[in-house]
Structure formats: C-alpha cells, structure tokens
C-alpha cells in the first residue's frame, strides 16, 4: 500500500515537472488594452505574448470579473469580406512572441458587468493556458477609434 501511494506522488510530482506543466510559467505579457465600442456593443483586447520557455504555451480561455463572456477570436478578409470567428485556443510557439491585434487574433469582451469599464480604467484578465496555468493581465481602456500603433500599445490616430 505504501508503495502505491509512494508510486502515485512521484508520478504526480513527475507530471508537475513536466515540460508542459511549466510551459505558460515562461508566458509574460505586455501592451494590454481594450477597444472599447459604443453601448452593448462587445469590446476587443489585444495584447502582446511572449514565450521564453522551450516548449509551446497554448492560450486556452481567458476570464475576468467585469465581462461574462470572453473568447478566443480571429478577424479574417476573404474575398473582399470580413469575416471573424472564434478559436478554442491559441498556441504561442517556444522562444517566440504572439500578437493579438485589430484585424487578427484578439478577446472578444461581451456583457459588461457593473461599474461598465470606461476610457481610462484598466480591467484584469485572467489568461488560462493548458497545464493549468494562469496569468492575470491588466489591460488599459482605449476609445472606439485607438489604433495599434505596433507595439500593442492604443494610440488615437494621427499620434
């Protein structure tokens, strides 16, 4: 009996150490913000990932306490169309970075919770990768009309 429970820890423990249990502790993230649209209309966050680890991270959900509903979603042009649709998850290959930018990958923010984030505020959201891990992101409030200026950062046009 002893050896079992012996046998099942180090398992456990193996399991813990295992590149893809430290994968998205290697995951930081910088340039977070908000677009922020009129009325009931969802918002978009992007931000830049960055992967240091050697092994893949993949993004799979994000949360946060002031929207109900935040997903995984990719803008495409096809034909001339624009189209968006959602993803179940985003990988961030080992040693490399991943934007999400207008116009690509990006949150889709949907069902404001009171106080409704405004211009200015900056709203956490919890980024969950496989593995179980988690990183909380502050992502800054932009008007409707930011623009990314490329370095995942809003400006207003024209700055």
């Known amino acids: 009996m002893l050896h079992r429970r012996l046998l099942a820890f180090t398992g456990l423990a193996l399991l813990a150490c295992s590149p893809l249990g430290f994968a998205a502790t290697q995951v930081t993230a910088e340039h977070g913000w908000i677009r922020l649209l009129p009325g009931d209309l969802p918002a978009a966050g992007y931000v830049v990932l960055h992967n240091e680890g050697n092994q893949a991270a993949v993004l799979t959900s994000a949360t946060t306490p002031r929207y109900s509903g935040v997903m995984l979603h990719v803008?495409?042009?096809?034909?001339?169309?624009?189209?968006?649709?959602?993803?179940?998850?985003?990988?961030?290959?080992?040693?490399?970075?991943?934007?999400?930018?207008?116009?690509?990958?990006?949150?889709?923010?949907?069902?404001?919770?009171?106080?409704?984030?405004?211009?200015?505020?900056?709203?956490?959201?919890?980024?969950?990768?496989?593995?179980?891990?988690?990183?909380?992101?502050?992502?800054?409030?932009?008007?409707?009309?930011?623009?990314?200026?490329?370095?995942?950062?809003?400006?207003?046009?024209?700055?």
């Not at 505020?121 to 969950?128: C, S």
């Not at 891990?133 to 207003?156: C, I, K, M, N």
């Open 75 to 159: 803008s495409s042009t096809r034909n001339g169309s624009a189209t968006m649709q959602m993803v179940p998850q985003l990988a961030i290959h080992a040693r490399s970075s991943l934007r999400l930018t207008p116009g690509s990958f990006h949150l889709m923010l949907t069902g404001a919770s009171a106080p409704i984030p405004k211009v200015g505020d900056v709203v956490t959201i919890t980024l969950h990768f496989d593995g179980g891990q988690a990183l909380a992101v502050p992502f800054t409030v932009r008007p409707a009309y930011a623009e990314d200026d490329g370095s995942g950062t809003a400006a207003a046009p024209g700055t």
